[in-house]
């Protein structure tokens, strides 16, 4: 079976078998974008409005960013796969609360498990705490914020999996932040040098 075959079959499972309050005011679920063989998981925090609409990870303002972010360094939606910690929106875009990340990220872990990414891309404070914190959430509060933990890769080895971890701002903290654009632009420039 090929992996988007695989992510196929997740992805029913998520619309069948996720219980949280947020599918009940959500539009859409918001799997995942990408190429699913790629070396390159990037892994955001929420859906927001554009993406609750269409079903489909960073397709507004934060995703204009990443896009250029991307491009910036010669990458493209087939050189990456994109996917977030909730599956679905929370209202008016606030923070996912613990018991939702509890609730969606075995999913995201089934994700990552199939994609087997080299390099995982984490944007902000929750993916890169959930990621760092090894996919424990109770473990997540030991971890330090982003802005101490931006452009240091990590080895990471989880559940028989091992992956370099990167952690970035979140494309949409940076939009009205020129300093922390500068320092996600430079971060973005180690990506290429993995790459090399
Ligand atoms: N921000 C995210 O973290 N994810 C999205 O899909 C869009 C905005």
Redesign the pocket.
């Known amino acids: 079976m090929s992996k988007q075959e695989e992510l196929d079959i997740l992805k029913q499972k998520i619309v069948d078998n996720l219980e949280c309050p947020l599918k009940d005011a959500a539009t859409n679920l ?1 799997f995942g974008k990408g190429n699913p063989d790629a070396d390159i998981l990037f892994i ?5 409005a554009q ?1 609750d609409l269409q079903g489909i ?2 397709v ?1 303002k ?2 204009q960013q990443l896009d250029e972010l991307l491009h910036s360094i010669g990458l493209s939606l087939d050189d990456v796969y994109i996917a ?1 910690i909730l599956k679905y929106r929370p209202p008016e875009n606030r923070d996912p609360k613990t018991d939702e990340i509890r609730s969606h990220t075995p999913y995201l872990i089934e994700q990552i498990k199939i994609i087997k990414p080299k390099l995982i891309c984490t ?2 404070n929750f993916s890169t705490k959930f990621v760092l914190a090894k996919f424990d959430v109770d473990g997540m509060k030991k971890i330090q914020g982003i802005s101490s933990l931006h452009g240091d890769p990590v080895d990471v080895q989880v559940d028989g999996l091992s992956f370099k971890v990167m952690p970035l701002y ?1 494309p ?1 903290a940076v939009i009205y932040r020129r300093a922390w654009k500068e320092d996600l632009e430079k971060d973005f420039l180690k990506i290429k040098d993995f790459l090399l």
């Open positions: 918001v955001g925090e929420a859906p927001g993406e990870p960073f507004g934060a995703g977030n944007l902000g979140h949409a």
